[in-house]
């Protein structure tokens, strides 16, 4: 470890800057965000640094460092040198040196006893990051992704949690039943709660969860609960943060076929993975039995991660599943994904909607409820002039083309076959309402794929060439 990484309280602290330009200046900004008394030296000042010195945010002497009287002056806390001149900045770090303060000396890690760390700033909560000096630019890459992981609710959550720091220290007598109280309550779906801005909720549950923890000083019943995550269109890269966080707080993770090996692979390794993948005529698990796999999970207290293909509520049957949850009184969260007709179409340059030739898009399954004989409205959707999206359509393509046809649609009308839309292995075929279910025969066009019909097919000549 070259630099011990520590949190150092400045506020009413006297610190210095040394120069007058844009580095310093940013550096006299840190430091006053951290509650410093900021003094200046520098000769001249600049245009960011003035205007910190004018709303009296900074005391400046009007002096070379080399000039000042430094024993009249307050001690600081620490220094930060940022002038450009490397014999003014090695004097002031040999100053500070002899003197036992803290020097650092900006963009020269051979003058400096600290640095500064690329900051993610969530106040109350600050996570610094550094590369030892060594590459500021991949710091500023890491901390832009960390930004990303990071939503800025965090510090709301880190303040109500320090309210009840008190209070679960004096109900809960040893560090470890502390410490589990917290592993249990901290779940993801309270985080969430927190970061949509619950706080009077998420506060209410916290307490009641100390309440019965207090009053059964032995183990801390776990309570389990079920995410249901849109794990997208199937390129792992479309998974949304918020996916990926609550993903890795799973200790089970219950996936589709649908699902890309790489998102199954973000969860711990130490997570549970059961495959419950349907396809047509071969169901692993039939939907109730899924169903009550989720709560059986869940009652044994585990977090379980529900995985499918695109959004859960967008022919996921999320909704069956989060009713049988809601009946049994588990908590279930939905994370919603992107939608397989939104993430394909556009990865295969198709607009779903576009003002020359679509003002709306209809999104239609193919694929017939076991038992039932539900029939699509082909008159409505010939009518409207809609671009339609239809999953799981490729068994039944004769049958949409003959309902469409029936009601007048053109024959001509554009149709896009996608098959493993979004992924390096994407395939897309343009043919038309009348020959596109013989294509489907004649390229052997598999399942996962979806059908697009509507004329916003002919905008994608301008921007993707035909596969």
Known sequence: MDYLPIFIKLQQQVCWVIGGGTIAARKASLLLEAGATVTVIAPLVKDEMARLIEQGQCQWIEQSFSDVDLN????????????????????????????GILVNVADQTDLCRFILPAIIDRAPLTIALSTGGRSPVLARILKARLEALIPAGFGRITELLGQFRDKVKASLP?????????????????????LQGDLDGAAQQIQQQLTQTAQNQQAITTRGEVYLIG????????????????LQQADVVVYDKLVAPEIVNLARREAERIFVGKSRGNHTLPQEQINQRLVELA????????LKGGDPYVFGRGGE???????????????????????????SGI??????????????????????????????????????????????APKIRTGLLDKDMAADTPVALIE?????????????????????????????????????????????SAA
């Open 174 to 194: 040893t560090v470890e039943k502390r410490k589990d109280f917290w592993e249990e309550t901290l779940t993801p779906s309270l985080i969430e709660q927190s």
């Open 351 to 396: 607009p779903l909607t576009h003002r020359d030739y679509a003002k709306s898009v209809s999104f239609i399954t193919g694929h017939k409820k076991a038992g039932d004989f539900e029939e699509v409205d082909y008159g409505r959707l010939a009518d409207a002039g809609d671009t339609m999206v239809f999953y799981m359509g490729l068994h039944n």
């Open 231 to 246: 794990a997208g269109p199937g390129d792992p890269e479309l998974l949304t943060l918020k996916a990926q966080r609550f």
């Open 420 to 464: 493993n839309g979004t992924c390096p292995n994407q395939k897309v075929w343009i043919t038309d309402l009348q020959n596109f279910p013989d294509t489907i025969l004649e390229k052997n066009v598999q399942s996962p794929a979806l059908i697009v019909i509507g004329d916003v097919i002919k905008a994608r000549v301008s921007t993707v």
């Open 72 to 99: 009249a002056l307050t001690k600081p806390k620490l220094i930060i040198a940022a002038t450009d001149d490397r014999d003014t900045n090695k004097a002031v770090y040999q100053w500070g040196e002899s003197a």
């Open 299 to 306: 009652k044994q207290g585990l977090k379980v991660a529900r």
């Open 321 to 347: 599943e989060m009713a049988t949850l809601q009946q049994q009184g588990i908590r279930a969260t939905v994370i919603p994904g992107i939608t397989a007709a939104v993430g394909c179409a556009a990865s």
